[in-house]
């Protein structure tokens, strides 16, 4: 089983809200990074540490935890939010990290 | 403005070795963690290892433990994933990724991405 879970897909309407999160127990002790991945693209990073933005990320995204679980908002979606959208952290033993497996998002 | 621009795609038969690049411009080499990052056909993100130029300190994920070998040549800018026998289970895009401040803790961000290698093995 993977050391971090995520909703294999969800589905958002235009304009509203949607929440992507990410289980395991390394997230009780550590914070979880997002990275967003559009098709034929690099993976960008999006949130890390609890809720911090790189320059040019919009602030729509936010980063949130609590016990095992990470979360990722996007308040207000776009339709050009479409991606999929993977959790990191460390591993809960040993020096190492790990992607969660994924989330699509769809936007309609 | 930092870079990282990869080496190109290769095609390459099981049993052959390989070993990709990863420049990166624009900051200090040495002083920033680079990162590798498998992704196989319409799979997700693995974490593979991490490098850190300044004295090559280097740590794998168990899964690629002792599968690839990550290096760096800092008077060249430049990192290096090896494989010494490649299988066709190898196939995928492989990236570099700069980290942002230290690799330590929980914090382990690849802030700047290199493009990406395809490596093809059949």
């Known amino acids: 089983s993977s050391e971090l879970t995520q909703d294999p897909a969800v589905s958002v309407a235009l304009g509203q809200t949607v929440r992507i999160t990410c289980q395991g127990d390394s997230l009780r002790s550590y914070f979880a990074s997002w990275y967003q991945q559009k098709p034929g693209q690099a993976p960008k990073l999006i949130i890390y540490?609890?809720?911090e933005r790189p320059s040019g990320i919009p602030d729509r995204f936010s980063g949130s935890s609590s016990g095992n679980t990470a979360s990722l908002t996007i308040t207000g979606a776009r339709a050009e939010d479409e991606a999929d959208y993977y959790c990191n952290s460390h591993h809960s033993s040993g020096y190492h990290y790990v992607f969660g497996p994924g989330t699509t998002v769809t936007v309609l | 403005e930092v870079q990282l621009v990869q080496s190109g795609a290769e095609v390459k038969k099981p049993g052959e070795s390989l070993k990709i690049s990863c420049k990166g411009s624009?900051?200090?080499?040495?002083?920033?963690?680079i990162g590798w990052v498998r992704q196989m056909p319409g799979r997700g993100l693995e974490w593979m290892g991490i490098?850190?130029?300044?004295?090559?300190?280097?740590t794998y994920s168990p899964s690629f433990e002792g599968q690839v070998i990550i290096s760096a040549d800092k008077s060249i800018s430049t990192s290096y994933l090896h494989w010494n026998r490649l299988k066709a289970s190898d196939n995928g895009m492989y990236y570099c990724a700069r980290i942002m401040g230290a690799c330590s803790g929980g914090s382990c961000d690849f802030e700047y991405w290199g493009q990406g290698t395809h490596v093809s093995v059949s």
């Open positions: 540490g609890l809720n």
């Open positions: 490098i850190y130029p300044g004295d090559s300190y280097t």
């Open positions: 624009g900051y200090i080499f040495s002083d920033y963690w």
